[in-house]
């Protein structure tokens, strides 16, 4: 008499969790892993650069900040201004200021814009540093008072220095900054300070 071998059900579900994955099932999980990560990947990217992007706004913002502010201090306490340009129909490319001189032993700061090298540069008791650096473009504008509370832009171009000099009663300066960084889009900032009084000098013209 022949006998027909049985399977237990443990048996059969032992079979089939021993089983190996088939190709189909290893092409779909692989495009599905490969989806997550190239996502995962991406994100990564995307933060890294909004984190490059904002470090580089925040480290301009800051710069500049620091440097108006320090020209602010130096400008409202001036009695004289001497401008210079590299041409009579230049702009203006730096400033000095001078203290008045009942304040012991004045000191001249000069502000200096060089284009070459993209910097704003501060020299006082023939010490210079760079208090702004990247600029892409900077410009001072002077002002002076016409009427009782009010005041007109100079233009530069058409005025001498010594013109200049002598009308110049507010400072202003504008300026472009650009930070850059391979495979990132350039972070850029672009500034236009108070107007500045010179409290201390006196409008000649």
């Known amino acids: 008499m022949d006998s027909t071998p049985t399977t237990t059900p443990f048996l059969e579900l032992r079979r089939a969790r021993s089983r190996a994955f088939t190709l189909v099932e290893l092409i779909v999980s692989s495009t599905l892993s490969g989806i997550v990560l190239a996502g995962v990947l991406s994100a990564v990217l995307m933060i890294t650069r909004s984190g490059y992007l904002i470090n580089n706004y925040m480290e301009m913002e800051q710069q500049a900040r620091t440097a108006l502010?320090?020209?602010?201090?130096?400008?409202?306490?001036?009695?004289?201004?001497?401008?210079s340009r590299d041409s009579d129909s230049a702009p203006l490319t730096a400033i000095t200021l001078t203290p008045p001189s009942d304040v012991g032993s004045p000191i001249p700061v000069t502000y200096t814009y060089s284009a070459a090298r993209g910097t704003l540069s501060r020299t006082a008791g023939g010490a210079t540093r760079v208090i702004m650096s990247g600029i892409e473009s900077l410009s001072?504008?002077?002002?002076?008072?016409?009427?009782?509370?009010?005041?007109?832009?100079?233009?530069?171009?058409?005025?001498?220095?010594?013109?200049?000099?002598n009308n110049t009663k507010m400072v202003q300066i504008s300026?472009?900054?650009?930070?850059?960084?391979?495979a990132l889009a350039d972070a850029?900032?672009?500034?236009?300070?108070?107007?500045?009084?010179?409290?201390?000098?006196?409008?000649?013209?």
């Open 140 to 165: 001072f504008t002077a002002y002076k008072y016409a009427e009782p509370g009010t005041h007109i832009a100079i233009d530069a171009s058409a005025s001498t220095l010594t013109s200049l000099q």
């Open 188 to 205: 850029t900032n672009n500034v236009v300070s108070a107007r500045y009084v010179l409290r201390n000098k006196i409008q000649t013209n």
């Open 69 to 83: 502010e320090t020209f602010a201090i130096d400008a409202r306490v001036t009695d004289s201004v001497t401008w």
């Open 175 to 182: 300026l472009s900054a650009v930070r850059s960084r391979s």
